[in-house]
């Protein structure tokens, strides 16, 4: 494999193992989805896959893991506005 294939493969199974840990940690109610942990990861790892996506010609799983991203992002900045007016 290129070194070039191994810096893809490690991209996907970081971004991979980010969202399975998040969610995995979510069903066992150790981390809410609205915690800033949870959409950490799952923005990381969805926004990881994404890269992967664009390397590797996959277009729908790109726009797939870009609104995940986006959707993540979000929440995050919805639950920073949410601290900052307490």
Same mark, same amino acid.
Request: proline share 1%; net charge negative.
């Given at each position: %494999?290129?070194?070039?294939?191994?810096?893809?493969?490690?991209?996907? #199974?970081?971004? %991979?193992?980010?969202?399975?840990?998040?969610?995995?940690? !979510?069903?066992?109610?150790?981390?809410?989805?609205?915690? @800033?942990? #949870?959409?950490?990861? %799952?923005?990381?790892?969805?926004?990881?896959?994404?890269?992967?996506?664009?390397?590797?010609? !996959? @277009?729908?799983?790109?726009?797939? !893991?870009?609104? @995940?991203?986006?959707?993540?992002? %979000?929440?995050?900045?919805?639950?920073?506005?949410?601290?900052?007016?307490?």
């Amino acid at each position: %494999m290129s070194p070039d294939g191994l810096i893809s493969e490690a991209i996907a #199974y970081s971004g %991979m193992l980010l969202i399975l840990s998040a969610f995995l940690l !979510e069903t066992r109610n150790v981390l809410h989805s609205k915690n @800033w942990l #949870y959409l950490t990861m %799952m923005a990381t790892g969805s926004g990881l896959l994404a890269i992967r996506a664009l390397l590797i010609d !996959e @277009w729908a799983f790109l726009i797939l !893991e870009v609104v @995940w991203c986006l959707a993540a992002v %979000m929440a995050l900045i919805g639950l920073s506005k949410k601290l900052s007016d307490k």
